[in-house]
């Protein structure tokens, strides 16, 4: 049985002003529709039954468009900030009480045509706290951000180069409740605090990832993704 993923949708996506001033980024348009339904519909196909949607940032018309999820044949809750924005990290730790001792967590922008069921088998077979996904980037999308050895995650800085920094965050995890301990002080935090909590007790196992990832968090990603999600609808319609 696979664990529910979490999409982390609150954000207020500033690259992408002003588009993003009243469309919340999940409801940004691509191929036809908005981006969050190509989301829902790759998780369905992953085998994934139960989503929660952190949502803050115009949070309605995503709650209007989605629903209860049904139509993606999926299950669909709602954890939503409230009027303080809680971080990509707080917003997920107020969703824990709608999620398993083990869930996925993957961000609002990120389209991951990685195998989630892969992923999920071989976490099962570490004793880590979680586990990032992780792509060998040499800094070709967006700035490589980890070291990486030995199935195992040794630095995580978005900020700071590093020697020995060949892989970025693929941007698909999985965590377990209990590695929020270290947090039970903090009520607004980003993820990667979180992650970096994790790097320093060596609980953070790393999957390798092929093949590169998507996101509209730029309008540069925008316009990949429109591109690599139109040609897989004409592949598949050619089939």
Known sequence: MMPSVVILAGGIAKRLR????????????????????HQLRLLRTNGIKK????????SQPIEEFVG?????????????????????GGALKKALALLEEAFFVMYGDSYLTVNF?????????TSSMALMTVFKNDNAWDRSNIVFKDGRIITYDKKNKIDGMDYIDYGLGIIRKAAFDGMASQEVFDLAELYQDIIAKKQMSG????????????????????KYIVNSHKHEEGQ
Do not use: M, W
């Open 18 to 37: 002003p588009i993003t001033e009243t469309v919340p980024k999940s409801l940004l348009p691509v191929a036809g529709e908005p981006f969050i339904a």
């Open 51 to 58: 989503v929660v949607i952190c949502a803050g940032y115009l």
């Open 68 to 88: 209860n999820g049904a139509q993606f044949g999926l299950s669909v809750t709602f954890s939503v900030d409230g009027e303080k924005l809680l971080g990509t």
């Open 117 to 125: 069921p892969h992923v999920y088998d071989y976490f099962l077979t």
């Open 207 to 226: 999957y390798v990832v092929s093949e590169r990832f998507y996101e509209i968090g730029s309008l540069s990603g925008l316009a990949e993704t429109q």
